[in-house]
């Protein structure tokens, strides 16, 4: 490989870990990593902002100020050609001098779709594209996946005990994985934009379903349940938590009883009409809102539902030495008992726990 190309994978990599820091954090926006090296030296870094502007560009740009003359940009998503909050990363791009532009993944949004590059080059910079696209397409995959496909990435979360369960009938709690594992959710629920469960657990468990890791509180995904008959307890902490700024959704039937509705809107929920248990209009709903990513986290039935409608994308699956035993809820999914199409990603230790992230091909 000649030395130019080493030094642009070796910058564009260090984009893509900075694009990391926001993921799951800038609404409908990509979370987009911006550096700016002059001499071979990172003289300006960006990424997008939470919420989702400025962009990663005008904020590096502003960064190295005068020192983006003739300078080389590395961006891991196509800038933006369009004027839209703000106004283009392009046009900031020239403005500033900038002499030459490396490019990851180009931008699906049909207001940008090669239009980007086109005006950089039509501004004489010298415009690389595709330079580690596969990493960074893995690292936009859910903004990807919605662009192209109207609907957000879903992935299922499960943990296994290692008899195959994921709980126990009798609705008692198990803890089926240790710290490190539990870290690590929260860790991709701070990454997602949108974490849903079933009314089951709702009523089983009450959990929060936000992110509780130190620091990151503010980066809880907006919550959603599966509720058909609008039964979500205002007693719940899910409700509760709709004060602490977390959202919550409750999908139910339009057919319910108005008083429950009203009830449960009063306290705060934002009820969307379903019809019926054919998810991939909600997904759809959830799109339209900008939501991305969606980790589907619980129970059986959520669980059994969205792989029969074939609507999971990855699988994030937790393993354990615990021993649950005989009234356990058996995983819909195992190791030895995965839906077809779904190939092994990524496998990592975790404490006493394994984590395998399998994606569908
Ligand atoms: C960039 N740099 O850091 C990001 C980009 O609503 P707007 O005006 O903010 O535009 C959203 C679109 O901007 C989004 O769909 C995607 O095409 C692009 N995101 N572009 O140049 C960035 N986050
Ligand atoms: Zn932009």
């Not at 000649?2 to 979370?31: C, K, V, Y």
């Not at 911006?34 to 502003?62: F, S, W, Y």
Request: aromatic residues 4%; glycine residues 10%.
């Amino acid at each position: 490989m000649d030395d130019q190309r080493h030094e642009d994978e070796r910058f564009m990599a260090a984009a893509i870990r900075l694009s990391r820091w926001h993921l799951g954090a800038t609404g409908s926006n990509p979370s987009v990593g911006c550096l700016i090296v002059k001499d071979g030296v990172i003289v300006g870094r960006g990424v997008t902002a939470r919420t989702g502007r400025p962009h990663a560009e005008t904020q590096a740009l502003a960064d190295a100020g005068e020192a983006a003359r003739g300078a080389t940009a590395y961006v891991t998503l196509e800038p933006c050609s369009h004027q839209g909050k703000t106004p283009p990363c392009t046009e900031a791009l020239i403005s500033y001098g900038v002499a030459r532009v490396v490019v990851a993944a180009t931008d699906p949004d049909p207001r940008v779709s090669g239009r980007g590059l086109g005006m950089l080059a039509a501004a004489g910079i010298e415009v690389v594209a595709g330079v580690l696209e596969a990493q960074a397409e893995t690292q936009l995959e859910a903004y990807m996946n919605r662009q192209r496909r109207k609907r957000p990435q879903v992935t299922l979360k499960l943990a296994v005990s290692v008899d195959g369960m994921i709980g126990r009938e009798d609705g008692g709690q198990v803890a089926i994985t240790g710290r490190e594992a539990r870290a690590q959710s929260h860790i991709l629920r701070a990454e997602s934009d949108a974490i849903l469960i079933g009314i089951g657990t709702v009523l089983a468990d009450d959990p929060e379903l936000t992110c509780r890791l130190p620091g990151l509180e503010d980066r809880s995904p907006v919550r959603v349940v599966l509720d058909r008959r609008l039964a979500t307890p205002l007693s719940s902490k899910l409700v509760a938590g709709i004060r602490e700024g977390h959202p919550l959704l409750v999908a139910g039937s339009p057919d319910v009883d108005g008083g429950r509705r009203t009830a449960l809107e009063t306290a705060g929920v934002e009820v969307l009409d379903i019809t019926g248990p054919d998810y991939q209009i909600l997904l759809e709903m959830l799109a339209g809102r900008g939501i991305s990513s969606l980790i589907v986290e619980g129970g059986r039935r959520a669980a059994t539902a969205f792989l029969a409608q074939e609507l999971v994308d990855r699988i994030m699956l937790f393993s354990s030495d615990i021993v649950v035993g005989e009234d356990g809820i058996a995983s819909p999914v195992t190791r030895d008992n995965l839906p077809e199409g779904f190939k092994l990603r990524m496998e990592a230790v975790f404490g006493a726990d394994r984590l395998r992230e399998y994606i569908k091909a």
